[in-house]
């Protein structure tokens, strides 16, 4: 059984200026990936995540 504990700790959750540092684009570029709804984001109230496993599979997508 896994606790919450482990859970919480394998999961990663970026921003849109992480993603904009991992992938070395612009803001724009960034907050463009985001708005197209290709990859899965979370929204809590105004804020935008995108957990680290779905730009990974995001990424293997386009390629």
């Known amino acids: 059984m896994v606790t919450l504990c482990k859970i919480q700790s ?3 959750v970026l921003s849109r200026k992480d993603i904009q ?3 070395r684009i612009s803001d724009q570029e960034a907050e ?3 708005n197209s709804k290709s990859l899965p984001t979370i929204t809590i109230g105004s804020t935008v995540r ?3 496993d779905d730009l990974y599979h995001w990424l293997k997508q386009r390629n």
Do not use: A, G, M, T
Request: aromatic letters at 0%; zero cysteines; hydrophobic letters at 60%.
């Open 32 to 34: 463009d990936i985001i």
């Open 50 to 52: 995108i957990l680290e």
């Open 10 to 12: 394998s999961i990663k």
């Open 21 to 23: 540092r991992l992938l």
